[in-house]
């Protein structure tokens, strides 16, 4: 059975920092490309960032670049997002997703697995 399990939102002030994980499982993660796609109370599914299948290309949204940091683990089958200096614009729920086509990690392509999602919330 194929996971990809989420974890590590929170509620946190403005300015602050938060690490969220993505465990895989059920398929061969390190041949998948990763990505991380939020969606806003409201709002439509964004793309954040992606990760190609060896961590060796990032891409990051215009919107939370130089402040965000995706990278990945194929011996853990886990994905991260590093958030800091968050801003109340950052409050979504953060998807992870995995992908065989490798134009995800730019922000395009199609994703064959999804997560459940984890809550971030930047609030004062």
């Known amino acids: 059975e194929v996971q990809l399990v989420e974890s590590g939102g929170d509620l946190v002030q403005p300015g602050g920092s938060l690490r969220l994980s993505c465990a895989a499982s059920?398929?061969?993660?390190?041949?998948?490309?990763m990505s991380w796609v939020r969606q806003a109370p409201g709002k439509g599914l964004q793309w954040v960032s992606g990760i190609g299948s060896s961590g060796g290309s990032t891409s990051y949204a215009d919107s939370v670049k130089g402040r965000f940091t995706i990278s990945r683990d194929n011996a853990k089958n886990t994905v991260y997002l590093q958030m800091n200096s968050l801003k109340p614009e950052d409050t979504a729920v953060y998807y992870c997703?995995?992908?065989?086509?490798?134009?995800?990690?730019?922000?395009?392509?199609?994703?064959?697995?999804w997560g459940q999602g984890t809550q971030v919330t930047v609030s004062s």
């Open positions: 059920g398929f061969t993660f390190s041949s998948y490309a």
């Open positions: 997703a995995a992908a065989r086509d490798q134009t995800v990690v730019a922000g395009g392509g199609q994703y064959d697995y």
